[in-house]
């Protein structure tokens, strides 16, 4: 037999309390998400074996003897910004990432503000020539960016002046790393033999003209044994066979 609960009953305790277990449950959602132990989207383990992270200055401190080298296939670190700025911790960590066998790049923050010759010149002045090491690669962003946006056109000249210098003293294709926002706004059917490194914290990323993404940061709020700090975590899209590829690859 169905009992029906007094008015008062519901009105007084159940819808406060009910109220007051979404409340909680939002917040300890909110709670885990923001110390990275809970994640939006987690990437199928088969279909990406092959995972990484990224880093720089703001990782701090690195025990690098604590780190899962199961978890951690690739490793790709900050070394310079715009046309001067070098990154303090990018000596210590490419070292570090070598003495550890680990698979690492560089990267450099690409601005609106500078030329991309002299930003390829700083970044050439700090990144040792390595044939081993993962193409270098390019950081391209709105965020922490000029607030002046250059045309397609001059962002793709002065993009591809930093190519070319680039490419002249690594021998290797960089790879664009960016947003979806990015992405839609200028690099759209651009650049094509430069593999694209994709950054989308809620979804598999999909790019809008059909193009194959490379790598893939799924988050910036993941946990690493050895790192005190969140960090981004990353898949290649492939196997271990494709990966070691690309680690050979060349002009």
């Known amino acids: ?27 300890g959602w909110g709670t885990g998400f923001y110390f990275g132990m809970i994640r939006i989207h987690e990437p199928d383990r088969q279909q990406y074996p092959v995972r990484g992270i990224d880093i720089s200055a703001f990782q701090k401190q690195i025990d690098w003897s604590k780190l899962d080298l ?27 990432a070598s003495q550890s066998k680990l698979n690492r790049g560089a990267y450099h923050f690409f601005t609106f503000c500078k030329p991309g010759k ?20 390019i950081d391209l962003e709105f965020i922490g960016n000029c607030k002046v946006r250059p045309s397609v056109a001059t962002l793709k000249q002065e993009l591809q002046d930093y190519i070319s210098e680039v490419q002249k003293t690594y021998k290797k294709t960089p790879i664009l790393y960016t947003t979806q926002e990015f992405y839609d706004a200028y690099l759209q059917k651009e650049f094509a033999p430069n593999p694209i490194w994709i950054s989308n914290f809620y979804t598999q990323p999909h790019l809008a003209d059909g193009r194959q993404w490379t790598f893939w940061q799924y988050t910036e709020r993941g946990r690493v044994t050895g790192i005190p700090t969140l960090v981004d975590r990353n898949v290649f899209n492939g196997s271990k066979e494709k990966f070691k590829q690309l680690l050979s690859r060349d002009l």
């Open 118 to 137: 002299i930003q390829a010149q700083n970044f050439i002045a700090s990144v040792p020539v390595e044939s081993n090491a993962l193409p270098p690669i």
């Open 70 to 96: 199961s978890e951690v296939d690739f490793i790709f670190m900050k070394a310079t910004e715009g046309g001067d700025f070098k990154d303090p911790s990018f000596p210590d960590n490419w070292r570090n």
């Open 1 to 27: 037999m169905f009992m029906q609960l007094p008015k008062s009953l519901i009105t007084k305790k159940l819808i406060p309390i009910a109220i007051l277990t979404a409340l909680l449950g939002g917040i």
